[in-house]
């Protein structure tokens, strides 16, 4: 295929193009080129709520304005920005915790964001939208005054101003499954709008359809039928790390209230909750062990060895191809650490991964790791959070991990200086060779040909959609609901 595009960078660096994720048409790389070495800038902003003691971008943000306002080169004064505005005239240095005033006008190529904070984070997700809308506040009072009133929090504050998502779009959804949708699944439904959507106001959505989540039990009072629910929901929000006082519903029912008979397929959504005993893991670990070649059983056998060393850092990374038997070792060697009365957790880098492991999670949720790679990222596991308290209370932690080695790849890039690209028909992932020569090599080939065939790892000339759903998130993983799953 080189040969016949009149390809002519040297045989030894084809292989570049064979392992590129992105190849731009070339014959519209003239239109493109137009902009220059860069159309835009994107700077991010961080946000932090009220209670943190940082400094951080909101206070130096607050500092500003209390100066003596100042000129910008578009004729904007610098006490009337919003935060997502401070960034096209000003940089944030990160050492002394204070915005500067640019030496140069970028402000037509910088394109600046607030970092969305997860939709689980109703409070920070309202300073969010708070400071990309009032223009200019001194302090955090300025921040949630709204028509001549000071509300106590953010929440209040954006909620007044209207800017949180879903009056009534969520109400509409849960009237119209409501209609033939079990009190169990419109429960479920009901944290997945908690969870994943950022509902204006999730005590009112409660109570205004609260008669649609009850079980309609006669032998029930009404303060059990709420508590049942309410308890469904609090297991089902454990399952993410979230508590009900997360979404103002903690008070709305008390534990004396819960029934005592309650349904088999509720325990299921019980995180704590193990169906098989001791024995049975016993006995399943014994098959399972059976039934692994001598290979697989070098794995196990290593894992249990490790098991045995107390005191320093251990860890085992397992690699092959699809359909080797990795995620069956995983498995055996689960049920052979808790036939031992030890505390085990599954962890896996992505959600499908982790519908593969017994009662998996993906890391990023489970230890609450920053989807940015960087030197100094940490896990942002609160002190006060159930999810803290469990892992501590647990005698011995063991992690499994499945798809982390491009994970692994990514971190080991972050860390190198990379040379800034040219703008280029070709992106570069895997091997490191010199944009510029590869472009050099390209000006000359024919497009035509390239757009009669498609290698591995490089995307259709023509993209053909077909009809369906695909997710774009993990929406429940012990349901199978992953990022990337078809649905019909």
């Not at 045989?11 to 003239?30: F, T």
Request: with cysteine; net charge positive.
């Amino acid at each position: 295929m080189m040969d016949e595009g009149n390809v002519q960078c040297p045989k030894g660096k084809w292989l570049a193009l064979n392992d590129c994720h992105y190849m731009l048409d070339l014959s519209r790389s003239r239109r493109v080129k137009r902009f220059g070495a860069s159309s835009h800038i994107v700077h991010r902003a961080y946000i932090h709520e009220e209670e943190n003691e940082a400094i951080g971008m909101i206070n130096a943000w607050f500092a500003v304005n209390r100066k003596e306002p100042v000129k910008l080169p578009r004729g904007e004064l610098s006490n009337t920005l919003t935060l997502p505005e401070m960034l096209r005239f000003f940089v944030f240095q990160t050492k002394s915790q204070k915005f500067v005033l640019r030496k140069k006008d970028y402000s037509r190529r910088i394109i600046p964001r607030i970092m969305a904070p997860q939709p689980r984070y109703l409070e920070l997700t309202a300073t969010r939208l708070i400071c990309q809308t009032v223009y200019g506040p001194k302090n955090w009072e300025d921040l949630r005054t709204h028509a001549g009133s000071v509300y106590p929090t953010c929440l209040e504050a954006a909620r007044a101003r209207r800017l949180m998502n879903g009056e009534i779009e969520w109400q509409m959804l849960i009237v119209e499954v409501a209609a033939t949708g079990t009190p169990y699944a419109m429960r479920r439904l009901f944290v997945s709008i908690l969870v994943n959507c950022v509902p204006a106001n999730p005590r009112s959505l409660w109570e205004d359809n609260v008669e649609v989540f009850l079980d309609k039990k006669p032998s029930w009072s009404q303060d059990q039928k709420v508590a049942h629910a309410l308890r469904h929901v609090q297991l089902l929000l454990a399952r993410h790390c979230i508590e009900l006082h997360n979404f103002e519903l903690r008070d709305l029912f008390e534990e004396d209230d819960v029934p005592f008979n309650l349904n088999a397929e509720e325990e299921t959504d019980n995180p704590s909750f193990d169906p098989i005993n001791v024995t049975e893991h016993s006995k399943k670990a014994d098959e399972m062990y059976t039934m692994l070649n001598e290979r697989q059983k070098i794995v196990v056998d290593r894992a249990m060895t490790l098991m045995k060393k107390e005191g320093v850092p251990r860890m085992m990374f397992v690699d092959g191809p699809g359909g080797t038997g990795k995620t069956f070792c995983y498995t055996a060697i689960y049920h052979r650490l808790v036939s031992q009365n030890r505390s085990v957790i599954c962890v896996a880098h992505t959600g499908i991964a982790a519908t593969l492991l017994p009662f998996g999670c993906t890391a990023h949720r489970k230890f609450s790791i920053p989807i940015e790679v960087s030197d100094e990222m940490t896990c942002n596991i609160s002190l006060d959070s159930p999810n803290r308290k469990s892992m501590q209370s647990k005698t011995r932690r063991r992690l499994f991990g499945r798809s982390m080695y491009h994970r692994l790849q990514n971190l080991s890039c972050a860390k190198q200086k990379r040379r800034k690209p040219v703008l280029c028909s070709l992106w570069i992932t895997k091997r490191h060779f010199d944009v510029a020569d590869l472009n050099d090599g390209l000006t000359a080939a024919n497009a035509e040909v390239f757009a009669t065939q498609t290698p591995q790892g490089l995307p259709p000339h023509i993209l053909r959609l077909k009809i369906g759903v695909v997710l774009f998130r993990n929406l429940d993983v012990d349901q199978g609901l992953c990022n990337c799953t078809r649905m019909m």
